[in-house]
């Protein structure tokens, strides 16, 4: 059941990320929501009584990696993007990036928008919090989808490889960790950077142009954008820890559906997870590299259209 959003407390208008210009989407409201401390960003639209879909996007995104399925999905569900605690409109904390304490505040948002249950729809570093969101509110999931993601502790290798051909893929993951040298040698270089992420991890490197990497860049390059950027990399081993330790009390029943691509860093998401989950399935996606949604986003939504059920 989904509430009209206008009637809930806590949802405002007032975009603490003023610095980074804002992207509009027709159909969509901006909405900022008191999540537990933390004021997070969310787009809206689509059918509000229909069922809830909520879309969380990965480094280096935002919100606007969605923007290519979210139309297609709102003619049939009730649609909201959120921007993780430090990406994008949302705020920035100091600390606690670990993916529970992050989910907890995805959930709140949600919660605060009148959502009482809903469809959760995830890529890389929004994976990682969707995971750890299913082990501690699975009764408010009807379903989980999982793109292409190294989930601590689940998908993610425990070493990173040293073969030049599977290296380039993780090699940041090690990076990140290094304290205070990604923050030397990356301020002021972020469009480099976000740019390497976005050309080579693509299956074609004409993927993003130059609006997509200059707004992407630009998220990151905010004040504190960089330092929670690094921040959920650096409290990956927490994360892990939290995961195996739910995981110890019980696996995944909600719907788990696994989306890989050809051309991705995880070869079988559903594979991956199913250890830890008594429902799921997978879909690769052909010609596509790691940014699915961007790359293919109809079959993004057809894989989505078949694996959500209407209530």
Same mark, same amino acid.
């Given at each position: 059941?989904?509430?009209?959003? %206008?009637?809930?407390?806590? /949802?405002?208008?007032?975009?603490?990320?003023?610095?980074?210009?804002?992207?509009?989407?027709?159909?969509?409201?901006?909405?900022?929501?008191?999540?537990?401390? /933390?004021? $997070?960003?969310?787009?809206?639209?689509?059918?509000?009584? !229909?069922?809830?879909?909520? =879309? @969380?996007?990965?480094?280096?995104?935002?919100?606007?990696?969605?923007?290519?399925?979210?139309?297609? +999905?709102?003619?049939?569900?009730?649609?909201?993007?959120?921007?993780?605690?430090?990406? &994008?409109?949302?705020?920035?904390?100091?600390?606690?990036?670990?993916?529970?304490?992050?989910? !907890?505040?995805?959930?709140?948002?949600?919660?605060?928008?009148?959502?009482? %249950?809903?469809?959760?729809?995830?890529?890389?570093?929004?994976?990682? /919090?969707?995971?750890? =969101?299913?082990?501690?509110?699975?009764?408010? $999931?009807?379903?989980?989808?999982?793109? #292409?993601?190294?989930?601590?502790?689940?998908? $993610?290798?425990?070493?990173?490889?040293?073969?030049?051909?599977?290296?380039?893929?993780?090699?940041?993951?090690?990076?990140? @960790?290094?304290?205070?040298?990604?923050?030397?040698?990356?301020?002021?270089?972020?469009?480099?950077?976000?740019?390497?992420?976005?050309?080579?991890?693509?299956?074609?490197?004409? %993927?993003?142009?130059?609006?997509? +990497?200059?707004?992407?860049?630009?998220?990151?390059? /905010? #004040?504190?954008? +960089?330092?929670?950027?690094?921040?959920?990399?650096?409290?990956? !081993?927490?994360?892990?820890?939290?995961?195996?330790? !739910? @995981?110890?009390?019980?696996? =995944?029943?909600?719907?788990?559906? &696994?989306?890989?691509?050809?051309? *991705?860093?995880?070869?079988?998401?559903?594979?991956?997870?199913?250890?830890?989950?008594?429902? %799921?399935?997978?879909?690769?996606?052909?010609?596509? *590299?790691?940014?699915?949604?961007?790359?293919?986003?109809?079959?993004?939504?057809?894989?989505?259209?078949?694996?959500?059920?209407?209530?």
């Amino acid at each position: 059941m989904t509430d009209h959003p %206008t009637s809930v407390r806590h /949802v405002s208008a007032s975009n603490p990320v003023r610095d980074l210009p804002l992207h509009d989407l027709a159909g969509f409201t901006h909405r900022w929501v008191d999540a537990h401390g /933390v004021r $997070l960003h969310a787009v809206e639209g689509g059918r509000p009584t !229909a069922p809830t879909v909520v =879309l @969380l996007a990965g480094f280096p995104q935002t919100w606007w990696a969605w923007r290519k399925v979210m139309p297609s +999905l709102a003619a049939r569900f009730h649609v909201i993007a959120i921007d993780l605690p430090g990406q &994008g409109h949302s705020e920035c904390p100091e600390r606690s990036y670990d993916t529970h304490t992050v989910a !907890a505040h995805v959930h709140a948002a949600v919660q605060a928008l009148g959502v009482s %249950t809903y469809w959760l729809v995830a890529h890389d570093i929004g994976a990682w /919090v969707a995971f750890s =969101l299913a082990l501690n509110f699975e009764s408010e $999931l009807r379903g989980v989808a999982l793109l #292409d993601a190294g989930i601590p502790g689940i998908t $993610l290798p425990e070493s990173i490889p040293t073969d030049p051909e599977r290296a380039w893929k993780t090699w940041h993951f090690a990076f990140h @960790l290094v304290p205070g040298l990604p923050e030397t040698l990356l301020a002021g270089r972020e469009r480099e950077y976000v740019g390497w992420f976005l050309k080579v991890k693509a299956l074609s490197p004409d %993927t993003f142009d130059d609006a997509e +990497l200059d707004h992407y860049a630009a998220a990151v390059a /905010v #004040d504190g954008g +960089l330092r929670a950027s690094l921040a959920y990399y650096r409290d990956a !081993a927490e994360s892990a820890r939290r995961n195996h330790e !739910a @995981l110890e009390r019980k696996h =995944l029943t909600v719907p788990v559906l &696994g989306i890989s691509s050809s051309h *991705g860093s995880v070869p079988d998401m559903a594979a991956s997870i199913s250890p830890w989950a008594d429902d %799921t399935t997978g879909v690769v996606v052909p010609d596509a *590299g790691h940014f699915i949604p961007d790359e293919q986003p109809a079959a993004v939504v057809a894989a989505l259209d078949d694996f959500i059920v209407d209530d």
